[in-house]
Every structure is written in C-alpha cells, then in structure tokens.
C-alpha cells in the first residue's frame, strides 16, 4: 500500500512539473487546481505556419512587441478587417495550444486580444475577442503564478497579478462590453492586455527570476540582429 502511495504521488508530481513548464502567449500555473489544468497537459509549441493565415507569432526583441498600439476605429470594425485579424489569431492560438494571443504578437500594432480559457478550439463559445479593452479596476489583493510567453520560447517564470479586475472593452461589433475577471482569466486578461501597452511578462519578474531567464533572452537578441526592441 505504502509504495502503491509513493507511485501516486511520483505520477501526481511529475504531471505538475510538466504543467508548469508549458510556457498563453501560454500562462501555466503550478499552483492552480489540477482540474482546472487539463488543457495545459501539452507543452506550448511554436507552430511557424499555420493553414489559413500570414500571419505569424513574432519573438522577442522584434519591435511590434515594444511598439505603440493604436485604438481600432468603427471604421475597422466595420469594414471585417479587424474580424478577420481576430478569426486569424485564434488559428495561431490553438495551433500553438495556447489560451491567449495579442494582435502585436502577430506583428499588428492594434489594441486586440482574443483568448479562450479553455484551450480547447472546440469550445468555441469560449472564446472572447476584446477591442480596445482598458483595465477600470483591479484588485488590491494579488497572487504569483509561473507565466510564460510564445514570444519569448524556452523559459518562463514567477509574475504577481491582481487577483480580479473589472474591464470595459469593446466587441466586434463596436458593442461596449463590461466584465469582472477572477481568477485565472483575470491573469490571462492581464498577460495579453499588456502586450497592448507595449510590456511584457519579463517586465514582472524579480531580480533573481530575470537572472535565470538573461541568458535565454541573449540567445534571442542575438538571434533577431540588429534593430531589435529590448
């Protein structure tokens, strides 16, 4: 019975470990309740091209991600470009096996992000699309749970977030929309809205945390060349 117990608790480990490592963008979290996790069970991947789109995810330090973003219009909206962007970047998303995407992570300097909780393309009544969203309110109380970026590939690390926010956005229609997000879409939120405003998770970490990352973050600079947006 007792080694019985030991294998249990050998499997429950090693599946939170490799929860943890899947790097929305991807946000993993280890502390978070294994059921909440099951679609994080597969580690995010960088799906290059993906069937139906141009458009590709962009790494760290191409400037899009440092960039200012421009509100969308009524115009846009009007017009289906921005809807199409929307449709295109949850492609990339779930080819990715992520729960987040940002449109300057595709190299679109516009205030766009689509996400779905769940992961799961086939949970399409989960997905959001937010236009011009702007945090109104948050909470004092925060938490820290490990993020990480398909931006930024190979690492990740520990970034504290308000545990709830209130948010005001618009739909794809131009329809004003207020929401409240807890918990683990409150963080997601968080993420992608911050691609919006030019940062990124690396900008939350502590001393010791960006340490561990710097030398991944070399390799990246290195990599892009000149003209790269630190």
């Not at 968080?190 to 990124?200: A, R, T």
Request: aromatic share 8%; glycine share 8%; with cysteine.
């Amino acid at each position: 019975m007792r080694a019985r117990m030991a294998y249990i608790s050998s499997l429950f480990l090693a599946s939170r470990n490799a929860m943890a490592l899947r790097a929305p963008c991807v946000l993993a979290t280890a502390s978070r309740p294994i059921s909440s996790l099951l679609f994080a069970t597969k580690e995010e991947v960088d799906p290059g091209k993906v069937e139906g789109t141009d458009l590709q995810i962009v790494k760290y330090p191409h400037p899009s991600l440092r960039a200012e973003n421009a509100e969308i219009t009524q115009e846009e909206l009007d017009e289906g470009s921005i809807s199409k962007i929307a449709k295109e970047m949850f492609l990339i998303m779930y080819a990715a096996e992520g729960v987040g995407l940002a449109a300057p992570q595709v190299g679109i300097n516009k205030r766009l992000m689509v996400y779905n909780a769940s992961g799961d393309p086939k949970k399409w009544l989960d997905e959001v699309t937010m236009v011009n969203p702007k945090i109104v309110e948050f909470s004092d109380a925060t938490d820290i749970e490990t993020e990480g970026c398909l931006s930024f590939p190979e690492m990740n690390g520990d970034v504290e977030r308000s545990k709830w926010i209130k948010v005001e956005a618009l739909n794809l229609k131009g329809k004003k929309l207020k929401k409240k997000f807890k918990g683990w879409e409150a963080r997601i939120f968080q993420h992608e809205y911050d691609h919006l405003d030019g940062k990124v998770y690396i900008d939350h970490l502590s001393e010791e945390g960006r340490s561990e990352v710097q030398p991944v973050l070399d390799d990246l600079v290195g990599a892009y060349g000149e003209g790269g947006a630190l």
